[in-house]
């Protein structure tokens, strides 16, 4: 009678799990029915500390903590130590308190054992770019709203609250406001009124704001004549502007910039450089922070400008940023950030990193990654990026001879539906960039272990598999998207489905994805070798005699990198076609297990969250096989070649998808109602 009582307990277990909505993220504790022992030592008056102490007084279940200011590192360094059952956590920073408070409180969560540990920043600013707009919208957004921009009103100020929160728990302490393609308005007194506000509920999870400008700002709201960063009065126009923002806010954490790129205005407008531009708006916000009354070590201001640049003229969009950037290093002021996409071309599943992270070496560099999805299948598709980064990690690590950056930059995926990222899946990508961002030798492995056992449940029937769907789920996406080296052949403008036939009358030719796969009856893939492009050369001598031989560049980057006979020999003995077939085949059959093993995962998990993210797994796996049949049958012309007889039929007519068109904008979430 037991045993069946059992069996019917995890059969009808959905039904008794507590109804969740996904708005707690992994941040799912119950509050304490009395205060937890907590005390500080070394705290005169902090709004930071303040926040530890109360996250702990409501949330931890164990003995007495006490949070201990001590030191004169500018770091957020913490230390840990449990002496019989008293924890005390360490540190010189306010921030560094917090991060031992919120790290308590995630050992709590995933079941560990408290021990004596040291934990240390990898980068010390670790900050979300939002691309919000001042009317709400989210420009590759597929989560909503924004959260701090509404359309003729003001943002949700318990919402913000939140979002500092879940932010400070995994170390995040900066955040843009705003979309790098900058409006003029953001610098006005209304909106500059609305920042001010935004920073104040904020600052007490530690974390500093941003804007991203207009470059051209003075001449739409100044009414100057000019932008020219070499003109007097705008050189003045600026320095008065950052002032005024600093006696708004005093610990204002300075400007993203895109300029000259997109058709952005820049400094390039003026026959000016982006040292130009840049290291003229450094000296206007190092003005305006001397002038303001700061706390005592609050970081000095910089300029985060941005490296995404590409002109239609431009042999191999690949190589642009470099050509561009390496004649200016040494160049930028000593708070100018060169900020670089972790790949040369756009946040492609897979790309080889950006060249300019092994070549810049008198000038900081950044690198910028995409939580947002706008290219691994918007807030449907589950594709944890945290494997993405350690791969960008560890090859920085092995062949760039010093340490390139100490800022790491990820665009956010955070929206106003109540589920925060448009799918409780997605929400991984925001946990794995703070803990990732803080420690960049943190495994994936790890980080996946951790959300799902905070954010679902600790039971290992559902946690081993479920990390073994994490973990496999960027690869997967490569495979039925692009895999070996293919990029950028999506659908165009809003980049959801495959399209790489798409080519429009009047477009950029590299807007184009026939400029990236080159297809054609001889072979597929860029040639970017020394017969090619030449971008290879771009690359220390240990990548680039990798890279420009065909044979032994990695086959993940293989087309990258070279133009490859449909014939050509792959390392396992097929050819490239029927590799291709395969590799593609293999990843429809890895989606379809996601969507087989979250139906058995029906037991642990409540059942508003259950059916939600199964109707994302089905449609990732539709998606799977629409990917699968687009490219391979597109290729096909080309190739001339039968697919391999143990590769299934497709599922779709190619005329047919050759006609689909999906109508949405850049700010909408594919509807799963207009798919095919």
């Not at 540990?117 to 924004?146: A, C, Q, Y």
């Not at 991203?212 to 960063?229: H, Q, R, Y």
């Not at 939600?612 to 799977?624: H, P, S």
Request: proline share 6%; with cysteine; net charge neutral.
């Amino acid at each position: 009678m037991n045993k069946l009582y059992l069996t019917l307990l995890l059969l009808l277990g959905v039904s008794l799990t507590k109804a969740e909505d996904g708005h707690s993220l992994w941040l799912r504790m119950s509050k304490n029915d009395a205060p937890a022992n907590v005390r500080t030592q070394g705290v005169k008056k902090s709004v930071v500390v303040t926040t530890a102490s109360n996250e702990l007084k409501q949330y931890w279940k164990g003995g007495q903590v006490i949070l201990s200011l001590t030191g004169k590192s500018t770091d957020d360094t913490y230390s840990i130590g449990n002496d019989n059952g008293i924890i005390t956590v360490t540190s010189s920073t306010e921030n560094g308190l917090m991060y031992g408070a919120y790290t308590l409180l995630r050992l709590q969560q995933t079941g560990e054992t408290v021990k004596t540990m040291t934990d240390s920043p990898t980068s010390n600013l670790r900050i979300l770019n939002h691309w919000d707009n001042p009317n709400g919208t989210v420009e590759r957004g597929f989560s909503g709203k924004s959260i701090f921009w509404k359309d003729g009103g003001m943002a949700d100020l318990e919402i913000v609250k939140e979002y500092g929160r879940a932010c400070a728990s995994v170390g995040i302490n900066a955040t843009v406001l705003n979309n790098v393609n900058a409006k003029p308005l953001m610098l006005d007194a209304k909106k500059l009124a609305e920042t001010k506000r935004i920073a104040d509920v904020l600052r007490p999870y530690g974390i500093r704001v941003f804007l991203s400008i207009n470059f051209a700002t003075p001449k739409v709201i100044g009414g100057l004549e000019t932008a020219d960063p070499l003109d007097k009065k705008v050189v003045e126009w600026w320095n008065k502007k950052c002032e005024e923002i600093y006696k708004m806010i005093p610990d204002f954490g300075g400007f993203l910039v895109k300029a000259n790129s997109e058709g952005e205005p820049g400094p390039m407008d003026y026959g000016r450089n982006h040292a130009d531009g840049a290291n003229m708006l450094a000296d206007a916000l190092n003005k305006g922070f001397e002038a303001a009354k700061h706390p005592v070590n609050t970081p000095k201001p910089i300029v985060m400008w941005r490296a995404f640049v590409y002109s239609p003229k431009g042999t191999d969009r690949a190589s642009q940023a470099y050509d561009e950037f390496m004649p200016l290093d040494g160049q930028f002021r000593d708070n100018v950030i060169i900020q670089v996409k972790n790949g040369p071309i756009d946040f492609q599943p897979r790309e080889p990193v950006s060249p300019l992270f092994f070549s810049l070496e008198k000038t900081p560099v950044m690198p910028e990654f995409q939580i947002t999805q706008e290219y691994t299948g918007e807030s449907i598709h589950t594709c944890f990026l945290a494997s993405m980064w350690k791969e960008f990690f560890d090859v920085v690590k092995k062949h760039a001879r010093v340490k390139k950056y100490d800022a790491v930059a990820g665009v956010a995926n955070v929206g106003d539906m109540r589920n925060w990222c448009g799918s409780d899946m997605t929400q991984v990508n925001w946990y794995a960039f703070g803990r990732m961002a803080w420690n960049d030798a943190i495994t994936p492995q790890q980080i996946a272990d951790e959300w799902l056992k905070m954010t679902y449940t600790t039971d290992k029937a559902f946690v081993e598999p479920m990390t073994d769907v994490l973990m496999e789920s960027r690869e997967a996406v490569v495979r039925y998207m692009m895999p070996l080296g293919l990029h950028h052949i999506f659908a165009g403008g809003h980049h959801y489905g495959p399209e790489p036939w798409c080519d429009p009358k009047g477009w950029r030719e590299d807007w184009k994805p026939k400029y990236y796969h080159k297809a054609d009856k001889m072979g597929i893939g860029f040639d970017r070798t020394m017969n090619g492009s030449q971008n290879v050369r771009q690359y220390p001598d240990a990548l680039f005699n990798i890279y420009n031989k065909v044979d032994e560049c990695p086959e993940q980057l293989l087309l990258w990198f070279h133009h490859v006979p449909w014939t050509h020999k792959m390392h396992n003995g097929e050819t490239l076609w029927e590799a291709l077939c395969h590799t593609y085949d293999q990843g429809v059959r890895q989606a379809e297990a996601f969507a087989h093993i979250w139906n058995l995962m029906k037991p642990y998990v409540d059942a508003e969250r259950f059916e939600a993210q199964k109707l994302n797994f089905d449609r990732q796996a539709k998606d799977a096989w629409w990917w699968r049949d687009a490219c391979l049958l597109y290729f096909q012309q080309f190739s001339g070649m039968k697919l391999p007889l143990d590769c299934p039929t497709p599922k779709y007519k190619f005329e047919d998808l050759q006609k689909y068109n999906l109508p949405i904008d850049n700010y909408t979430r594919a509807p799963f109602e207009k798919l095919p």
